[in-house]
């Protein structure tokens, strides 16, 4: 016959390894709010030297404002989402912790915790597939975000070749005559 001590370690590891997904989750959410907060800052530095004199003289200064304005949305609804995500998953966690807790206290006073602990549990779970979702969006909001501004490069960088490409004309031109 099985021990039934073991039965609840068991039981009680169970919910510990979708706390540990949960927390790993937790922290690379974390580190990605923190991400976005700080290309916040970086386009609101870099939106006040366009705004300056010396900034609009810059080669495609109008359009990069345009596209840090069209960003910054974007930027919020990710915070927004990474937020609600973050929520969700310490949501998670604590129900997926109650659920431990809830088995390994029933197993102290000789008591099943019934349907409660499974309750909680796939709660739990449910919490974390939400958040996960949640990070997906986000995710694709951030790779648009990305890729708007590689194409601002890439014409910055076909400005800035038609410059040099011209200035090589010329330098071959005055070296035939």
């Known amino acids: 016959m099985a021990d039934p001590n073991l039965s609840v370690l068991t039981a009680m590891i169970t919910p510990a390894v979708l706390i540990g997904g949960g927390s790993t989750l937790l922290m690379s959410t974390s580190t990605r709010l923190g991400r976005a907060t700080d290309r916040v800052r970086q386009l609101t530095a870099r939106f006040k030297v366009l ?3 010396q900034g609009q003289q810059e080669a495609l200064a109008r359009e ?6 069209r960003q910054l949305p974007r930027l919020a609804r990710r915070t927004r989402i990474i937020q609600g995500a973050m929520t969700a998953l310490y949501l998670a966690v604590a129900l997926l912790v109650l659920t431990s807790i809830l088995i390994g206290a029933g197993a102290l006073v000789g008591e099943t915790s019934g349907p409660a602990a499974v309750i909680l549990a796939l709660l739990g779970a449910a919490s974390l597939a939400y958040a996960a979702l949640l990070l997906s969006f986000e995710t694709r909001l951030s790779a648009r975000t990305t890729q708007e501004e ?3 490069l890439l014409d910055l960088g076909q400005h800035y070749a038609g410059l040099y490409n011209g ?4 330098v ?4 035939n005559s």
Do not use: H
């Open 167 to 170: 200035e090589t004309e010329r």
């Open 64 to 69: 990069e404002k345009q596209m840090i304005m």
């Open 51 to 53: 705004v300056s004199p």
């Open 150 to 152: 590689m194409r601002f």
């Open 172 to 175: 071959g031109q005055a070296a």
